[in-house]
């Protein structure tokens, strides 16, 4: 029996999942300990990945990444509506990106050219997430940051998503009928893997630690 790919690629990002949940920032986000200052650059970070991210799927040919551009999960408008809530009516100007996220968005950048077809690796990684714990995020960021009532915290609302488990479960058939090599799912997954870390070297930017994690992150990869 053909094990389908969405299972594949769950359980082959399973321990770069649990890694990603155990950084510092994250196991301290989820026990209610989320500094407002941290949190907006998070936010700032987020907002150059998914902008870099939802235009390089949004302009892309390939046949692949074409049948899982879903508008109604993209994030931009609401960080930006969230960043606007955070640093004022001027806030674009005062946006200023990060050596983690300039290293992911390069990332991004660099195989939406080359190798454009791992992009779902990307797209999977960050909005399967979003949908997954996004509910149970956006409740511990009201009561740690106690901002007025939904404001600040739009990056966690999916309003064109009524079931969100529904739509998960539609993604992954989606994912299941794409006519991948197993090479391309290979690569698909290692991808996927290079995600998570590149999202842990956010988190660990973060936290003050961010060149120890950048030379992990590259020399982890470099040896794949």
């Not at 990684?125 to 960021?141: C, E, N, V």
Request: with cysteine; aromatic share 14%.
């Amino acid at each position: 029996m053909v094990e389908l790919f969405s299972k594949e690629l769950k359980e082959g990002t399973s321990k770069s999942h649990s890694a990603a949940e155990n950084t510092k920032f994250v196991s301290g986000f989820l026990k209610g300990v989320v500094d407002p200052e941290q949190y907006r650059q998070l936010l700032t970070n987020f907002y150059y990945v998914y902008q870099t991210m939802e235009n390089c799927i949004r302009e892309t040919k390939d046949p692949l990444v074409k049948s899982i551009y879903y508008p109604e999960v993209e994030r931009v408008n609401e960080l930006e509506r969230d960043l606007r809530f955070y640093y004022g009516p001027q806030w674009r100007s005062l946006q200023i990106p990060t050596e983690a996220c300039n290293t992911y968005c390069y990332r991004i950048n660099q195989i939406a050219t080359d190798d454009p077809y791992l992009l779902i690796a990307h797209h999977y990684t960050r909005y399967i997430g979003d949908l997954s714990g996004g509910k149970i995020l956006r409740g511990i960021a009201e009561k740690a940051l106690n901002n007025p009532r939904g404001e600040g915290l739009w990056f966690y609302d999916f309003p064109h998503i009524k079931d969100a488990k529904e739509w998960k479960n539609r993604y992954r058939k989606q994912l299941d009928q794409m006519p991948l090599t197993n090479e391309q799912k290979n690569a698909i997954i290692t991808e996927a893997n290079y995600a998570f870390r590149l999202n842990m070297y956010l988190f660990d930017e973060i936290q003050g630690s961010s060149t120890k994690g950048l030379w992990k992150l590259l020399l982890g990869f470099l040896r794949r």
